[in-house]
């Protein structure tokens, strides 16, 4: 799949069904929770209320009275023994805290288990298919016998009492026969003993009436509602629906993105092909814009360094084609020199070319070093005034005719700067010897340190530099003086060199007018230290 849509759709539709089926599996087994809960809540109150009437009884009385519990229940009841029914911690610990127990068995039925007498270890026990309507009256007359045993004006608060302590998972209440909302047949039923059983108004859940004998009571319960389970086709369908519209919103957000990294491939293809000139026009704060400005100042970067190969390639050229017609031309004048102090004399001159190559060929290697990727620079702490000094004991000899004043305002603190030696020293020497060809009769080399930065200004009292040449003598083979002659000095590299050294320093390198001596000033500032 080459369309991004595709992929992030199609992993989008993986995620999803992975998620459904997790799902499916999940709402299985809440449906089997749920269930538990509410056979346990429904059958709770009225097993409770068995087991703590069975508690005080002998055996006899025990048998006599399941006997009627068992007709009112449709389901046989028995009193087992705890250790035989091999309960697990949880559920025996469950049973001894007085909650009934509703476990799965045999042939779609459940097994209800409640406590009766925990020294004896006997539990009430009962297997039950479904929660009936008889459940429901049977219910109904275990409440109303134990209300029959309290004074009329007592039985309302007496079963608040038995719904709080017995556990009954639904409502219970009595109301007056007048204010029951019952018709004239159901009322006629309740008189006759009889349980009524009605629709909820909402029409989900169903009502069971009993009349309390002898009294104006009627004993409500309910409402009783039916435990739906969640159907897994609705979470198909919804699924279904969440994926298609999932599946618009992504379509809409991806394809937007899709064109503008279509964009950028065109750029590429087009760069690729020679079109260096070629750039993406997208201006936006997202990754994407981002990229963009990345790919054009790569592109930026990628002309520059072809446009410095060009002119790199031409510069040599010229500058190589100088000291070889030199070199041709002595090797003639040697074959045609008549004495020994003329052979000596072309001989000198021809080594002297060699050395111009030599230099020629350093001064080219050193900056391809720099200008093509970072070089191997190692930071460490240097002692910049020292350098200074060490520079100046280097070049003075050179031209006597120079005097060179070192000013040293870093007041200590540039005698740990983080820098590579090798190359600062390289920087420093290519400003001061070029001070030293323009300047009249003076060279000031300044070292400050100050917010952070270490700078070192090498002004001469020369003829200056032209505003307008201020930036483009640090390009490569620029030089003002246009003569290629060997007297002129320099190749046009000694400030370019400078200017990557500061490059790679995190630092830069500018010219600008020297206020001190009139002539040119150079500067080069960097970080005191580097991370």
């Known amino acids: 799949m080459n369309s991004i849509f595709l992929r992030i759709y199609g992993g989008m539709l993986l995620v999803l069904v992975t998620v459904s089926l997790l799902a499916l599996l999940s ?32 055996d006899s009385e025990r048998r006599q009275v399941m006997n009627v519990w068992q007709r009112l229940l449709g389901v046989p009841l028995h009193i087992q023994a705890l250790s035989e029914l091999q309960l ?42 479904r929660v009936s309507e008889q459940l429901g009256r049977a219910t109904l007359f275990l409440i109303a016998d134990e209300l029959v045993r309290r004074p009329e004006s007592d039985m309302p608060a007496r079963l608040q009492q038995l719904r709080r302590e017995k556990g009954f998972g639904y409502p219970l209440q009595l109301s007056r026969v007048r204010e029951s909302g019952l018709d004239q047949d159901q009322l006629r039923r309740l008189d006759e ?36 389970a969640y159907p897994p086709e609705l979470l198909m369908i919804t699924g279904l629906l969440t994926l298609m519209l999932i599946g618009l919103l992504i379509y809409l957000l991806v394809r937007q993105l899709e064109q503008r990294l279509m964009t950028l491939e065109s750029a590429a293809v087009n760069i690729s092909r020679g079109n260096l000139d070629f750039r993406v026009d997208m201006d936006s704060p997202d990754s994407v814009g981002r990229l963009a400005r990345a790919f054009n100042e790569m592109a930026d970067h990628l002309q520059r360094l072809m446009r410095i190969q060009r002119e790199t390639l031409g510069a040599v050229s010229h500058e190589l084609r100088t000291p070889v017609a030199r070199l041709r031309f002595g090797l003639e004048m040697l074959e045609t020199a008549q004495t020994g102090e003329d052979r000596s004399r072309f ?44 520079v100046m004991a280097e070049l003075a000899p050179l031209d006597a005719s120079i005097h060179l004043e070192h000013v040293d305002n870093s007041w200590g603190l540039g005698r740990h700067i983080d820098a590579e030696p090798r190359y600062m020293q390289r920087a420093i020497t290519n400003l001061v010897s070029n001070a030293m060809r323009h300047a009249g009769s003076q060279v000031k080399i300044t070292t400050r340190v100050q917010h952070g930065m270490c700078r070192v200004s090498v002004e001469d009292d020369g003829p200056g530099i032209p505003e307008a040449y201020r930036e483009k003598i640090f390009n490569p083979f620029t030089r003002m003086d246009l003569s290629r002659t060997r007297s002129s000095g320099g190749y046009g590299l000694g400030l370019s060199i400078v200017r990557r050294v500061m490059f790679w320093h995190g630092g830069r390198a500018r010219a600008e007018a020297s206020q001190a001596l009139g002539g040119a000033c150079f500067i080069i500032e960097w970080p005191l230290r580097r991370d």
Do not use: C
């Open 27 to 58: 709402i299985h087994q809440i449906n089997g929770i749920r269930a538990e809960d509410y056979r346990e809540r429904i059958a709770s109150g009225t097993f409770r209320l068995m087991a703590d009437n069975l508690q005080p009884m002998d």
């Open 88 to 129: 697990d911690s949880s559920s025996w610990s469950k049973l001894i805290q007085g909650r009934v127990l509703v476990r799965p068995a045999a042939n779609d039925e459940v097994r209800v288990l409640a406590l009766v007498d925990m020294h004896g270890e006997a539990v009430l026990t009962a297997n039950i298919q």
């Open 193 to 228: 003993s009889d349980t009524v059983m009605a629709l909820a108004p909402d029409g989900d859940a169903i009502l069971l009436y009993l009349k309390i004998p002898g009294t104006q009571w009627i004993l409500q319960l309910g409402p009783l509602y039916q435990m739906k």
């Open 347 to 390: 001989i000198d001159g021809m080594d002297g070319d060699l050395s111009e190559l030599d230099r020629l060929v350093d001064e080219i290697l050193t900056y391809a070093r720099l200008e093509q990727g970072a070089p191997a620079i190692t930071m460490k702490g240097t002692n910049i005034p020292r350098m200074v000094e060490q």
